[in-house]
């Protein structure tokens, strides 16, 4: 299995209760899947700097999660055809491994 992040933006006229629920059904496909969600961030309502589908706003979500690399093309497939979903990307997660600085003389 990969780590991979995946950032979706939804309509902002959804209600909290709403938002919750979408995110458990996208959680729920990913475990049912085999995947494993390592985390959830709830990023709130944003700005774009262009109209979407004559929206100026959305309520964007990123998801942290481990899957088959298959199940990727099943996870994109259903997002764009969620009426609730305005863009959604999906990436692998990389590592990004830092040395530490040297000590100072």
Known sequence: MRTYESVIIVKPQLS???VGEF???VKDL???DGGEVISEERLGTRK???EVNHVRDGFYLYLKFKAQTAFIKTLENTLKLNEKVLRSM???AVEVKVKPA???K
């Open 16 to 18: 909290d209760g709403e």
């Open 23 to 25: 995110v458990n059904k």
């Open 30 to 32: 990913i475990t049912k």
């Open 48 to 50: 774009f700097t262009h």
């Open 90 to 92: 999906t990436m692998n």
């Open 102 to 104: 040297p000590a100072a």
